[in-house]
């Protein structure tokens, strides 16, 4: 977790509601829609990063961090998946 100097403010919350929210967005796109192929490849390169970051282990610290960390990089990916499934593709 990492928090502004200056204020104290939690980045990393600030950062995941931001994830999420951009996430959200792009599944309400029309299935139709011209905008979907982009927005399922955004998305699957999102939960790839998320993927690939959970493998290598990334970051130092306690045990507790480092699960805090997984699940959040699990929530991204798990919202992607549901997202694409949404406009009628799979990350799977």
């Known amino acids: 977790m990492f928090r502004d100097e ?3 403010q ?3 919350l600030t950062c995941k509601e931001a994830t999420f929210h ?8 029309n299935p139709t829609s011209i905008l979907r192929k982009d ?6 390169k999102i939960a790839n990063l998320c993927k690939s970051e959970n ?3 990334g970051a130092t610290g306690t045990a507790a961090l480092k699960r805090k960390r997984k699940n959040l990089l ?3 990916w798990d919202l992607c998946d549901s997202s694409c499934k ?6 799977r």
């Open 55 to 57: 493998a290598a282990g």
């Open 74 to 76: 699990k929530g991204i």
């Open 39 to 44: 927005a399922i490849a955004y998305m699957t």
């Open 10 to 12: 939690d980045i990393t």
């Open 22 to 29: 951009m996430i959200t967005t792009l599944s309400k796109i």
């Open 86 to 91: 949404s406009l009628g593709d799979s990350l």
């Open 6 to 8: 200056e204020n104290g």
